[in-house]
């Protein structure tokens, strides 16, 4: 993987007892899997850090390409989301409040939307969508398909952006892409290679401008204290992660290793320890599915194929349904209707080991806690795999609609946007989630650097509710069932969404 988040957080957070966090974090983006492009890339444009270096010897990149820009207060149109549903928010991190309230990441916003419109000489202008996650796609498909002028960026989710990119909805970026420069760590590349359907259409955008992708990415979060209390260590889950052992197997074992019967009465219910409380067959599973490993798509042929009935599907399905359905696991939780809050009480009230379905961001909701929490990734199939990060389905990504008449002008202020946020918002950002408690605590900057090093198969999240919302389930429904036949689960869908696929593929290509 090219292009990847290889600043790494443990030695941030040493250099900040010498520096401010802000100066040394001047970008962040994906991990770097192919060593020939890695060796090929140079520090500068990657940002990574040479630990062998003293850290005043590191070369800040400098990119002069828009000095000389001036648009004479010409307005850029965001239409930013403002879902107050949704788990994270995006309207925080791109418009922000509007004005300085003491606030450092939404002070940080203000001042970078202000230095970009003083660069460019534009005025950002922000219009608040407040739709939901099933009624985005419908509503950006109106006031595009009515022909009017009114943004040059939309930020929603990437299932709804997703399922508009057969529409001639968005502007296909490997056209009109020149002026971004994805070599910089700013642009989460794999990501959106990822949502590449059909090679040379690529219509949605990540990275640190629209961080979401950061904010809402899924990981695990765990209790210290009851750590320590079963292993004598607290960093005993750290540990694991850092050697490799995370797999199924071993969460499964630890989850079993933590069931205690509070009251005695031999039953197992509500209001016990366990390793972890699950919500439900769906929701829960989705960050587990995402986090998979599984290639989805196979891309080297003439044309696009879904296809993953293989030997890993198949033991993925075994071993997410032995993990789910074992002793250490209590599913169907009544404590709340909100599915990351009602995890994240029973695991404040020290009910659980392990709270699941939460989100990056959800580590500054913890800060008052009454043990130390630590974040770490969803398990992986087996030891030689390596760790997948998982986006949730109604991340908040960005696409220029072809309305917009001058795509060139949108793609400059996007550029900017996206340097500028690396080198401000991004450091405050994580100064902010990791202050206090978290601040001088080495392994979890270890866990949050490879939680955000590692973004996964965001295709079966972005694509999955285009395809008919197959693929997922193909996995939730053999495990709210109590059953590992994948190959059955696979053959009742396939026919169903391969028509679906070529579809999408046949509508992509005639929009060229």
Known sequence: MKNGLTRTLALLLCLSLLLPLAGALAGCSQGTENAANEAETTPAMTGEIDVTAAPDEEEEYVDHRFDDYDYEGRAFRIQSSADATDATNANEFIEGSGSLNGEIVNDAVFDRNAKVEELLNIKLEFTESDYTYSNAESSIRTFVMAGDDLYDLIINDDRSLIALTDENIFYNLANYGKNFDLSQPYWYTDTMDDLVLVPGHSYVMAGDYFLDCLASAHCLFYNKQMCENAYGDPEYLDNIVLEGGWTYEKMTQTLNENYIDLNGDGKRQEGDQFGMYAHDYWGCLIAFVGSAGINFIDRSGDEP???????????????????????????????????????????????????????????SKMR??????????????????????????????????????????????????????????????????????????????????????????????CYNNALGDSMIQMFTNLVSANSTDFASAYKRSEKVLKKLCDKMVERILAND
């Open 368 to 461: 008052d806690f009454e043990f130390d929490v630590g974040p770490i990734p969803y398990p992986k199939l087996y030891e030689t795999d390596k760790y997948y990060t998982s986006i949730h389905d109604t991340t908040e990504m960005g696409a220029i609609p072809v309305t917009s008449t001058d795509i060139d002008f949108d793609t400059v202020c996007i550029e900017v946007l996206s340097r500028e946020t690396s080198k401000s918002v991004i450091p405050v950002y994580y100064d902010q989630a990791l202050k206090t408690k978290y601040s001088a605590d080495i392994k979890v900057a270890q866990m949050i650097d490879l939680i955000h090093d590692n973004f996964g198969s965001s295709f079966v999240l």
């Open 305 to 363: 194929v879904i296809s993953f009935n293989n030997e890993r599907s198949v033991a993925y399905a075994e071993a997410l349904n032995t993990l789910y359905r074992c002793d250490g696991n209590y599913i169907g939780i009544k404590e709340s209707s909100d599915m990351n809050m009602g995890l994240r009480n029973l695991f404040q009230n020290k009910l659980s080991l392990i709270c699941l379905y939460q989100r990056l961001n959800d580590i």
